[in-house]
T-cell receptor, first 114, second 116 residues
């Protein structure tokens, strides 16, 4: 089945220790998104790729970076995690960016910062 | 700017009963899409149903239907014959023509609890 896969499902890191979260998709979708979701809140968009074009949300901290080496994979790098970065990180994809295009989400990576 | 409002932080329903989750939206774009997602405690965001702004008919997907009232700018989700597995957080979201690269705007969510 075509899907969005995120690894790992749970990640524990130490304060200030870099961490990388992975997302892959078999849907062959052009657009990939990274969201941050804190407890009892709606997902917050961090950035997205349209093919290889990177688009950063204005309020995304510089501490967060992303890479998309090919259509299938996208990575979220947190350079120096702080306690406030503990959250669920959701990857999503959509074929295009039209209003009719559904975003499909992966299972998420729950990040704990000690 | 686009905005989604979900005014019910929590809803309770008995198994096999129907429940309506409210969603209102605000946009100046004539073309937009409305989405409902379910998020169980495991965290995965599961797509349920879609309604386009130009669609004449209300969307239905199995036990899910969307009560779309364009003039009132509401897009309520109706779940018929609730099941225990329906207990989850439900998010209403919108994608508008003028949104940057089709970004989704989410409401704050409604926590649905189904009891036996």
């Amino acid at each position: 089945d075509a899907m969005v896969i995120q690894n790992p499902r749970y990640q524990v890191t130490q304060f200030g220790k870099p961490v990388t979260l992975s997302c892959s998709q078999t849907l062959n979708h052009n657009v990939m998104y990274w969201y941050q979701q804190k407890s009892s809140q709606a997902p917050k968009l961090l950035f997205h790729y349209y093919d290889k074009d990177f688009n950063n949300e204005a309020d995304t901290p510089d501490n967060f970076q992303s890479r998309r080496p090919n259509t299938s994979f996208c990575f979220l790098d947190i350079r120096s995690p702080g306690l406030g970065d503990a959250a669920m990180y959701l990857c999503a994809t959509s074929r295009w960016s039209r209003v009719t295009d559904t975003q499909y989400f992966g299972p998420g990576t729950r990040l704990t910062v000690l | 700017a686009q905005k989604i409002t979900q005014t019910q932080p929590g809803m309770f329903v008995q198994e096999k009963e129907a429940v309506t989750l409210d969603c209102t939206y605000d946009t100046s774009d004539p073309s937009y899409g409305l989405f409902w997602y379910k998020q169980p405690s495991s965290g995965e965001m599961i797509f349920l149903i879609y309604q386009g702004s130009y669609d004449q008919q209300n969307a239905t997907e199995g036990r899910y239907s969307l009560n779309f009232q364009k003039a009132r700018k509401s897009a309520n989700l109706v779940i018929s014959a609730s099941q225990l597995g329906d207990s989850a957080m439900y998010f209403c979201a919108m994608r508008a023509e003028g949104s940057t690269l089709g970004r989704l705007y989410f409401g704050r969510g409604t926590q649905l609890t189904v009891w036996p």
